[in-house]
């Protein structure tokens, strides 16, 4: 499975963004994606997640009601709509997709997308 990640960018506090991940390859073997973000300094945090078939969501408090994640399975594309940014969702945004076995778990992660947002 590749992802590729796009859509991130400089943006004024209170403004907003669009990440895409493309996905490819055996992507009928992903259980769930999610984005995952790290800001210098800091350790990678999930801001939000999304099971196969969309039927599932979660979100990192500090990201509810302004991040909305969705998956378009027909074109292997998962999106984050971000909403009223604010500096503090300054990183390193990051796709990941899970496979899910019975004894593990295996993810992939894409390159990272730079979102930056002034105030």
């Known amino acids: 499975v590749q992802l590729v990640e796009s859509g991130g960018g400089l943006v004024q506090a209170g403004g907003s963004l669009r990440l895409s991940c493309a996905a490819s390859g055996s992507t009928f073997s992903i259980n769930a994606m999610g984005w995952y973000r790290q800001a210098p300094g800091r350790k990678r945090e999930l801001v939000a997640a999304?099971?196969?078939?969309?039927?599932?969501?979660n979100y990192a408090d500090s990201v509810k009601g302004r991040f909305t994640i969705s998956r378009d399975s027909a074109r292997n594309t998962m999106y984050l709509q971000m909403n009223s940014l604010k500096p503090e969702d300054t990183a390193v945004y990051y796709c990941?997709?899970?496979?899910?076995?019975?004894?593990?778990?295996?993810?992939?992660w894409g390159q990272g997308t730079q979102v930056t947002v002034s105030s």
């Open positions: 999304i099971t196969s078939g969309s039927s599932s969501t």
């Open positions: 990941n997709a899970r496979e899910l076995h019975p004894m593990y778990e295996y993810d992939y």
